[in-house]
Structures are given as C-alpha cells and as structure tokens.
C-alpha cells in the first residue's frame, strides 16, 4: 500500500476499508512481518498519521486471523452532466466563472436512488420545481458544482473526489493528478447555504472513488470520448455498445437523456 499523495492518514484509510469490505467481527490493520506468528507486525491503529508504502494485513483486534470479503457494491455508472436545463446558468451565476463547466455531484439518471436516500427533503434550493428537476430536485445547484473542462469526465469516472470531513480537500485515487492533490474546494464565496453543494453528495462522491478505484485492480474506465465525444451515440459501434458494459452505459445514457423530457411531462402539482 502505498499514498503517493500523501493526502490519506491511517483514520480515512481505515474508513476506505470499510466501505469495501465486510467481516465476521472488528478488525485492525498491522504491518505484515514474514516470519512471526500470524504474519503479524505493529498495529497500525486509526490516527492522523501517513501510512508508509508498504505491505499490511487485516487480523482481529487481538491480532488472530478474521475471515473477511469485499463488499459487492459497485459504483454507479455516470456520464458526463449534458443539461437541457437552466442549471448551469444558475451555477455560473452563482460562482461566475464561465470558463468552467457543470457536473453533477450525484448523476441525474440514478434519480430513484437519489430519493431512496432522502437527498431530496435535504435539498432547500428556492428554485421552482422546472428549474430542480422536478420533485426529486436532482437538478438543484446544490447538486452541481464547476469544473475545468480537462477534470469534468475524470470527475465523472470517479478519478478523483472531494473530501468535505477534511476542509474539502481533492483526494485523488489515481496518478496523474499532482496539479490537483491536496487543493482544496473554495465554497466560502457561496454565501446563501441554499446555494452552497451539499456535504453529504460530496460524501456519496467520495465513496464511489472508493468502491471504484481502491477495491481491488478498480473497475474499468469507460471511454466517454469515444462514446459521446460528439455528443452523439453511434449504435452501430459494436466495440463501445456491443458487450455488457457497453448495454449498461446505453441504459444509463438513455435514463440520463430522456430525464428533462421526464421531468416535464410530470403532473406541476
């Protein structure tokens, strides 16, 4: 293991594990010693100290072997934020940068498990309905937030995120990000909180980084400029839409598309 960031102390680590793994009872990470009874070395408890590079292993807390698994949660399948709505106006009016672009915190396609866990009775956005999306409110700027144009489909495939339980600080999960590691967020402009994106998003954020890019080898990027690039899909590229994955992204493609012409034709009341 190794954090060539130098951004994720022994606490968050141990918070990452968990959202990845499940276990039969309470665990704690040692330095694997070859050699030594059950391989075990110091403990390495929760602090805010850096892990060094190097090779761990999981045991019980009293230092005997614990059966453990990854978790079968995936991370959500997202595209890039393509808006028919008025939402990035509303969100360069707010932060007044228009070299940026909008992306969505949360993908707008996953909507149902958006109200699922409640995010939209936390949304308080003064907005009317049209310009939230609708009831679920998925459209809120409170959900969006600016981006340069190079980082929008890297946010989107979960490359990188923002931590908002440490002063919303870029975390990336991959390398080549060393212009952005360790910068941090700058929302203190966004006077009205009703405004201002919503900590737990970045939290939801952050966990998709985890699932997709620290369990194991991390699940496959998807190539959005080949895909989309034009913002047209080519049906007849059996390579990008012919396999599995490709039938999974055309569905989230389609949900994502077809969402504004959803939203308007439901019921204003």
């Not at 698994?69 to 008025?86: D, E, Q, Y």
């Not at 995010?119 to 937030?145: C, F, H, M, W």
């Not at 990188?160 to 700058?186: E, M, S, T």
Request: charge should be negative.
């Amino acid at each position: 293991m190794g954090d060539q960031y130098g951004l994720i102390n022994w606490e968050l680590f141990y918070g990452c594990v968990r959202a990845v793994i499940f276990s039969e009872g309470d665990w704690a990470i040692f330095e694997y010693a070859e050699g030594v009874p059950q391989r075990r070395g110091a403990l390495c408890p929760p602090n805010r100290e850096l892990p060094c590079p190097g090779t761990y292993i999981l045991l019980r807390q009293d230092g005997t072997p614990i059966s453990v698994g990854l978790t079968p949660v995936l991370s959500r399948r997202r595209h890039p934020t393509v808006s028919t709505s008025n939402t990035p106006l509303r969100v360069f009016k707010r932060d007044d940068f228009s070299r940026f672009k909008t992306a969505h915190i949360f993908p707008r396609a996953h909507d149902v498990d958006w109200v699922n866990k409640g995010y939209p009775g936390r949304i308080t956005d003064p907005a009317t309905l049209p310009e939230l999306g609708g009831p679920t409110k998925i459209d809120s700027i409170q959900n969006v937030i600016l981006l340069w144009s190079d980082l929008h489909d890297a946010w989107d495939n979960y490359k990188f995120a923002v931590n908002p339980d440490r002063g919303h600080v870029v975390i990336p999960f991959v390398p080549g990000y060393d212009d952005i590691a360790g910068k941090v967020l700058k929302l203190d402009h966004i006077i009205d909180h009703n405004l201002r994106s919503l900590d737990d998003l970045f939290r939801d954020h952050f966990l998709q980084g985890v699932l997709k890019d620290m369990k194991g080898v991390g699940e496959p990027t998807w190539d959005y400029e080949g895909a989309l690039g034009d913002g047209m899909m080519d049906l007849s590229r059996q390579d990008i839409w012919g396999g599995k994955l490709g039938q999974e992204h055309l569905e989230f493609e389609m949900a994502h598309r077809l969402h504004s012409l959803r939203v308007a034709q439901e019921p204003s009341g």
